[in-house]
């Protein structure tokens, strides 16, 4: 069984479905309303577990009722929460969510998240070292994905970095992650000035770019590669990119080689927007497989 460490966010989701996004100033009627543990960091580790992975997160939640539910959902995921701690006096991140027109549009408030320091990393160093790979995002401080990065290349640890949110890279956190996974909008603020041809040969192997529907490019270093994805009924796309970066990187751990693990990723990722709920869908191992085979 694989070692992931899960460094990231946790959050309640408050998920609206509509008909149609409202534009500013509108008020429309909504069709339901439902609160789900979330946050890029929880989807990941849920979904790495269900994959087969042993799992550790890392990560705060505040010291309210959200945070008692995402931790109680966890650990009945089966996800190791020694390392995920309540933060005094703080609210849990929330993630609010509109479903309308076959997508989802999305406004997060980090809360307790924000606690995710790299003082706070640092007490898990142990297992960390341990892992056979990292996973980390962005909705935690600036700062710690720095410091992981720093650190993983140090400890010569696998780093998978998915850059959601958007915001810009250090130099020192691409050279040092070993994968990145922006979808087009992310690579297009992340390497800003090259078009996406040029990002990708210059980081070979390293560079994946998500392109929804379509599937998953990079540069193998001797050509580009589109590993399509499996077109299914669609009906939640929350957390498909999550259940893409767990399932990738369970299969590398598992010494998959890049196209196989793409394809294991993209049949994860598809499985998951069949159903409501950034991990409603989440499949476990044997669905995987056995829709890969079928």
Known sequence: MSKIVVIGSSSMDLVV???KRPIAGETIIGESFKTIPGGKGANQAVASSRLGA???????????NYGEVILENLQK????????????????????II?????????????ANDYVTPEYVEKALDVIKHA???????????????YVANICNELNVSLLLNPAPAR???????????????????????????????ALRKYPNKLFITEGK?????????????????????????????????????????????????????????LSVTKFGAQGGMPLRTEVEG????
């Not at 250090?170 to 040029?198: C, M, R, V, W």
């Not at 829709?291 to 079928?294: D, H, I, N």
């Open 168 to 198: 810009r890279l250090s130099q020192n956190i691409i050279d040092k992650a070993s994968y990145i996974t922006p979808n087009e909008h992310e690579a297009s603020l992340l390497f800003e000035g090259l078009t996406k041809e040029e």
């Open 99 to 111: 479903l309308a027109e076959d997508d989802n549009s999305i406004i997060v408030v980090k809360g």
């Open 132 to 146: 056979d790979i990292v996973l980390i995002q962005q909705e935690i401080p600036e700062e710690t994905v720095e």
């Open 77 to 96: 995921n089966n996800v190791n929460t020694k390392y995920v701690e309540p933060v005094t006096g703080e609210k849990s991140g929330t993630a609010h």
């Open 214 to 270: 379509n599937g998953v490019r990079y540069f193998n270093g001797q050509s580009e590669v589109l590993i399509p994805s499996y077109q299914v009924e669609v009906v939640d796309t929350t957390g498909a990119g999550d259940t893409f970066n767990a399932a990738f990187a369970v299969a590398l751990s598992e010494r998959k080689n890049i196209d196989d693990s793409i394809r294991f990723a993209n049949r994860a990722a598809s």
């Open 54 to 64: 042993e799992v550790i997160m890392i990560g705060c939640i505040g010291d309210d």
């Open 291 to 294: 829709s890969m085979e079928a």
């Open 17 to 19: 479905t509509a008909p």
